[in-house]
């Protein structure tokens, strides 16, 4: 049983800072792209920024600059650092992880859909202006 658990969400000021993680578990990390969607109130789900199994990283433009992705894979957790928080970075993030061996991780970033891969139950954050 494949699971993601996500915690370090919380509510900040704008400009401020958190450090999202997501653990997972029984999971093979060949080929395989992390990343990180966030879904506002009233809005489509998103994706904010994915790793592959090589490293390659890609963001989303409006967060580029401020957020850092990144993984530990001897203890399976991907992190998401983020930066100079804005209130339209306010929303539930989530964790998903997916085979994307045919994908290059922008594309899997773009078009990853709940309905496949795995995912984690969400952390929320709030940003306060």
Known sequence: QVQLVESGGGSVQAGGSLRLSCVWSA???????????????GKQRE????????????????????????KDSAKTTLYLQMNNLKPEDTGMYYCAAENCALRVVSSWLATADPSSGYWGQGTQVTVSS
């Open 27 to 41: 999971y093979s990390l060949r080929r395989t792209c992390l990343g990180w969607f966030r879904q506002a109130p």
């Open 47 to 70: 994706g904010v920024a994915g790793i592959d199994s090589d490293g390659s990283v890609s963001y989303r433009d409006s967060v580029k600059g401020r957020f850092t992705i990144s």
